[in-house]
């Protein structure tokens, strides 16, 4: 069976892009695929996070997993720094890794010229992801779009690994959905709806509760054009709703056009508002069921013993074939 894979980081609370971008697409895979799903919290640590918020952020991420269609049986879900052999496979990748290739990561790029006094860390955390991708042998990384350049440099890694010590890693690609590449900011429709934004009126968190949910979708920017059409170039506000009403009730971008022609933004934003609403509100029940649950502990035990094993073995493989050995 090919192996799946997909990591979120917990820089603030998992957004409506996060669900569509990475978390709906594993749900879609997990029958046809060995899924491996955790929380990438050492990702995290390349901006501070408070240490109380972190470690309530991870369980909640975990419980949100499930919540929303992860299946503890179906997969194997761990929180990534209780594997502590990834940090080890990490070096021994950064050493396959030229300086150059890690510093024309885009995500480093802007990152870094937002904040002067950056951490190592932010050129490295792609070659820890690409130590959580390869450790496994995973075939697909589900992702946004904006994680493409990472998918494709553990790619390369492991490509390199292999010619200089012989195979040892399998080719991963990444894998993007067609409309649920990139979810935007509703309130700036040309950025990225991402968890770690500070405003937090264009980003729908599924934390949210349902009036806010809906009073966003109300207040998201549109234009003046007044024509339900997708158009990312000169509509990004209504072609950004169009896709998410799109992918949450299963209608092509199409028939939503033609179900909306001549109508006003204001209808077609209660639709939206509509959709969403009832999306968090479901995921929301089955969430508060499970976050005090035990079961939570048992999946993850389970979950970080059978990850651990896999990067024990790929490590002692590493090892081996670069002379690491007595
Ligand atoms: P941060 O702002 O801290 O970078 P993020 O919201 O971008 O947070 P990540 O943890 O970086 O979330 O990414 C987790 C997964 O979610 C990745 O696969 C990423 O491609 C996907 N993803 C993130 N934001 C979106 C989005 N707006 N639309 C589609 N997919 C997204
Ligand atoms: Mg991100």
Redesign the pocket.
Known sequence: MKKIL?G??P??DL?L??Y???ISQMVKLQDEYESFVFV?DLHALTTYQNPDELRQRIRKFIAMYIACGIDPKKNTIYIQSENEYLGNISYLLECSTTYGEASRMIQFKEKSKQNANFSVGLLTYPILMASDILYCDTDLVP??I??KQHVELARNIAERFNNKYGYTFKLPEPFINSN????NDLKYPDK??????ENPNGVISLFDSVEDVKSKIKKATTDSLNNIHYDKENQPGISNLLNIASILDNASIEELENRFKGKGYGEFKSYVADVVGNFIEKIQAKYNEIINSKELDEILDAGIKKSRELAREKYELMKERMGLIR
């Open positions: 997909t979120l980081k820089t603030g957004t892009g996060n569509i971008g990475a990438a992702v946004g904006d994680q649920g590449q990139k979810i990225k709806m991402s968890k770690s934004e």
